[in-house]
């Protein structure tokens, strides 16, 4: 649930729009609200949960999650819409947290290899069905249900937590217990990463010169100098010795790089699909069912994969797969701009793609080795990032690394949205005024003009292509940073040796 709230949306981006009469940005903060609020409490949640026990933070953030997911459902605008919305990642924040160190608590040796891959295959699937569950939802019972359906499921959750989880007591000596939890840091960790994503969302429709950008801008970086000088002078957020830990580090900002080049461009793939090929929302949905299938099928034999192959080595590997799908997508939009495919020529991938009718075969590649890709990444980096601290400082291992997961989703759409949104506007020139583009940048082609909606397509097609391309320069720049994870995470992640570390032994390089 937690991670299928961070995709559901996307499919629905233009009802809300339509039905909300919200434009472009407004409609990016629906997304991004969510992942902000997730990603930028999960540091305190975990370290929350260390200090009095993961089963309280887990129950509480269910309930939390459940009453949010109300209030987004019956939400009368688009203000309410995104205050509810960064609620429920304040819900989502606290299940996730501890998530992890109750797999690592509960697990050893190799069960816990394969319990991590199956929860990060679980993960990952949910957040690549989102779009098929959403179009389920809008297509039979309107944008609302997409929110209202998680209600009776989180209640039957809470209920089965507090009636089978096995309770969870903070530790009585160690870090975990010794440190406090302090507000002051963890406001400025949310006022930080608002100040500093919102000029992102702002800027294309702003002008990135334009006060509106850079007075966040100028105030992200001061708040977030604050929030380091705070861990440094014992503010207890964030341990910053569990930061010199190479393998969590290392692990922490891959996961980051691998959500911001795939979950970041999925919003704008959903919407490339149903307004460049009038698909419905369920047809979207259906049509993205190769990436979700091909995660599933692939993170049957992950597990064993880590047995064969070390860490590093298997998150380099999927960020290679994922680069090529991205390539892929590319050549599939290049085709349908109505362009020679010159865009993506000198990757060779055009001379593959670029003939009729090959763009859908292209798609499918590319959602496939973007399933495959995303099934290796994320459970050798989970594996790391739990094997690499001390146990009573698991919940905060737990939280930071789970962190980087939705402020990469949020990342990615906030900067490849404004690159989206500069291509678009290059795209259409002249030919479109301030409604003709709202409508255009949120897939509404319908309410175009028929004789502007060629130019609109190809102007769309042409926006995408660049996405594809940035997301897959993120990725080379994943595949050489894998090397990061090379010393000391063998055991870590179970990689050659097979022989999962200690949860209390530090592996600091």
């Known amino acids: 649930m937690m991670t299928l709230d961070v995709t ?27 992942s902000l609020a997730f990603g930028a409490l999960l540091l305190t ?7 009095i026990g993961r089963k309280t933070v887990f129950v509480a953030g269910m309930g939390l999650f459940t009453l949010a997911s109300a209030a987004c459902g019956l939400a009368p605008d688009a203000g309410t819409l995104v205050a509810a919305r960064a609620v429920q990642g304040l819900g989502g924040s606290l299940v996730f947290a501890p998530s992890l160190a109750l797999l690592a608590a509960a697990y050893e040796g190799a069960r816990r290899q394969a319990a991590i891959a199956a929860f990060a295959a679980t ?13 389920l939802f809008v297509s039979g019972l309107g944008w609302r249900w997409i929110f209202l359906v998680n209600v009776p499921i989180g209640v039957l959750a809470v209920a089965g937590a507090l009636a089978r989880m096995p309770a969870s007591r903070p530790p009585a000596t160690g870090a975990g217990a010794r440190r406090r939890i302090a507000l ?17 969302t702002a800027g294309p429709e702003a002008g990135w010169t334009s006060p509106r950008v850079l007075l966040p801008a100028a105030a992200g970086i001061v708040l977030t100098a604050a ?7 014992g503010d207890g957020l964030i341990d910053l010795a569990l930061l010199r830990v190479r393998a969590l580090s290392g692990a922490a900002v891959l996961g980051f790089l691998a959500r911001m080049s795939s979950l970041g461009v999925l919003a704008f793939t959903t919407l490339w699909l149903q307004s460049t090929r009038a698909y419905t929302p369920l047809e979207v949905g259906l049509h993205l069912l190769p990436l979700t299938g091909s995660l599933l099928l692939a993170g049957l034999f992950v597990a064993r994969l880590q047995r064969m192959c070390a860490p590093h080595a298997l998150v380099a590997g999927g960020f290679g797969l994922q680069g090529l799908g991205l390539l892929a997508l590319a050549a599939a939009a290049s085709v349908g701009a109505g362009t ?14 670029g003939t009729a009718g090959a763009d859908a075969a292209a798609t499918t590649a590319g959602l496939v080795l973007l399933g495959v890709g995303g099934a290796v990444i994320f459970p050798p980096l989970m594996g790391v990032a739990v094997g690499a601290v001390p146990e009573d400082r698991a919940g905060l291992a737990s939280g930071l690394t789970n962190a980087c997961y939705p402020l990469g989703t949020a990342t990615g759409v906030a900067a490849f949205g404004a690159l989206f949104a500069a291509r678009l506007d290059a795209g259409l ?20 003009d028929p004789a502007l909606r060629p130019l609109a397509r190809s102007a769309f097609s042409g926006a995408y ?32 040796a097979g022989k999962p570390a200690r949860a209390g032994t530090p592996q600091t390089s």
Do not use: K, M
Request: hydrophobic share 55%.
């Open 8 to 34: 559901v949306v996307n499919v629905a981006l233009a009802d809300i729009a339509g039905s909300l009469d919200v434009g472009l940005a407004r409609v990016q903060w629906t997304v991004s609200a969510y």
């Open 45 to 51: 949640a975990g370290a929350l949960s260390d200090r």
């Open 123 to 135: 993960a990952s699937a949910a957040g690549a069905l989102g779009p098929v569950v959403g179009g």
């Open 184 to 200: 002051p840091g963890a406001l400025l960790a949310v006022a930080a990463l608002l100040a500093l994503h919102y000029p992102l």
């Open 227 to 233: 929030l380091v000088a705070a861990q440094r002078h």
């Open 340 to 353: 020679s495919g010159a865009a993506v020529s000198a990757s060779g991938v055009s001379g593959v793609f």
């Open 429 to 448: 020139g002249g030919a479109a005024d301030g409604p003709a583009r709202d409508a255009v940048g949120t897939g509404r082609l319908e309410l175009l």
């Open 465 to 496: 292509t660049a996405v594809c391309l940035a997301s897959a320069a993120v990725c080379l720049i994943g595949a050489l940073a894998a090397r990061t994870l090379r010393d000391g995470t063998a055991g870590a992640a179970g990689g050659p």
